[in-house]
């Protein structure tokens, strides 16, 4: 990342891939004094200029980050000198390495070259993220591992609540809580992580008192994908609501599972080039280390709830390697093998049925598709739908009737069962 000298004066714009991810790197950034802030809520200009400012050709979840971008571009309060946007990169088989070198491209032509573009890449698993501040990228990894567990609680609880809008009540408080302990300067990581558990732990006792009941009835459906289209609710039409509405429970595969392909993808890349005994390496290791232990502690008050609903602990074992005979992780990169993988998982948890998210025309749902066949028929034939998703979809509603029939059969003749944690009903 650039220093934050460029974003002086500067409000840095962070895309909303997720709502809460989004919201919590803002207030990582504040805490350093860069005024960030979160891309207003996408709506119909934001297709509107994603598609003014693109070919055609790009794919969904480039329209949708372009317009939004292009949104603050266009608002009348627009200053050049004071702003900056944030788009992070990536290497591999895939058109989001494009989205930052074309968002310049865009600027430049429209007169604006100097509005920085804030860049990480996954190249070095984002490491250029700590250039602002030297505990920087471990607040915002903190960040990250909050807005998935708060949304985490947030699907757990929601198809069970009791009284409509408790739930996501719940899950912005949660929001509201943790931002003000991330937007704090001068923490040490200590105090950081004890004053970040503290809030988990009223953010979970919100959760725990949302009215509901809890019964062992509804398909547990998991969700994978492509990133950005199946955490960002505006580019899938908020499909985990509509499973919701159709009797499901939606276990969405969440961000920090990126996080922990990239940091294997690097590992593997250093061992390739022969730098399995390396400085690169050893720095790569201990920051895989560091992270999973903040992860454990910040999942540290979830224990209970989270019985039956646990991630992977090791992305390798758990997701690539069970998802390998159909797509081998060292050729197949990117989302594909981590969306067969997950769904082997998956099944292991008891999930009734799987849907992947993506975008037209997008490569990771297109292969991942040609291969859901073979996973299902040695899986038991669960139930695997992918839905495809760009401005003008979708057939959503109408599928997933047949498909939730589908969940419902295969619930009922499953041999891999669900564990619940213990308030749920006998
Ligand atoms: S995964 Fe697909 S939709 Fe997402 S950025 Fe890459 S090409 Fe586009």
Redesign the pocket.
């Known amino acids: 990342m650039s220093s934050d000298n460029k974003l002086a004066g500067r409000k840095l714009w962070i895309p909303r891939m997720t709502y809460a991810g989004a919201r919590l790197m803002a207030a990582v950034f504040r805490s350093t004094g860069i005024d960030a802030d979160v891309t207003p809520e996408s709506d119909d200009r934001t297709l509107e200029l994603g598609g003014l400012y693109s070919s055609g050709e790009?794919?969904?979840?480039?329209k949708v980050t372009l317009g939004d971008f292009m949104r603050i571009v266009h608002d009348e309060n627009f200053d050049p000198d004071a702003t900056a946007f944030f788009m992070p990169t990536?290497e591999?088989?895939?058109?989001?390495?494009q989205?930052a070198p074309y968002l310049r491209q865009v600027l430049d032509e429209q007169g604006y070259p100097q509005v920085p573009i804030v860049s990480p890449t996954s190249k070095n698993s984002y490491d250029g993220l700590g250039d602002g501040s030297p505990n920087m990228i471990r607040f915002l990894w903190r960040g990250l591992v909050a807005s998935d567990i708060a949304r985490k609680m947030l699907l757990k609880t929601r198809p069970y609540e009791l009284q409509g809008g408790s739930a996501d009540e719940a899950f912005e408080r949660t929001l509201g809580l943790v931002e003000e302990v991330l937007e704090t300067p001068d923490l040490t990581p200590r105090e950081h992580m004890d004053r970040l558990v503290e809030t988990l732990v009223r953010s979970r006792d919100l959760f725990r008192g949302v009215p509901a009941r809890y019964t062992r009835n509804r398909p547990l459906i998991g969700v994978v994908g492509?990133?950005?289209?199946r955490l960002n609710t505006f580019s899938n039409s908020d499909a985990v609501r509509k499973i919701e509405a159709h009797g499901g429970e939606a276990w969405l595969s969440d961000v920090t599972e990126w996080v922990w392909y990239t940091n294997w993808s690097q590992k593997a890349l250093l061992r390739r080039e022969g730098k399995t005994f390396s400085l690169s390496m050893l720095g790569a290791v201990v920051k895989n280390a560091v992270q999973r232990r903040d992860e454990e502690k910040l999942l540290g008050p979830f224990a209970e709830d989270f019985v039956g609903y646990e991630e992977p602990h090791d992305v390798y074992e758990q997701v690539l390697r069970p998802g390998w005979p159909y797509l081998p992780a060292d050729g197949a990169l990117?989302?594909m093998a981590l969306s067969i993988g997950k769904s082997c998982y998956l099944h292991g948890k008891g999930a009734d049925g799987i849907i992947d998210i993506?975008?037209f025309?997008?490569?990771?749902?297109i292969v991942s598709e040609a291969v859901y066949h073979a996973l299902a028929r040695d899986y038991d034939e669960m139930p695997i739908r992918n839905f495809y998703f760009d401005a003008t979809s979708s057939s959503m509603d109408r599928d997933l009737d047949i498909f939730m029939e589908l969940a419902l059969g295969y619930q009922k003749r499953k041999r891999t069962q669900r564990r619940y944690p213990a308030y749920f009903e006998a």
């Open positions: 790009e794919c969904y979840p480039e990536a591999g088989p895939c058109r989001f390495g989205y492509e990133i950005f289209c990117g989302e993506s975008p025309s997008c490569m990771n749902g």
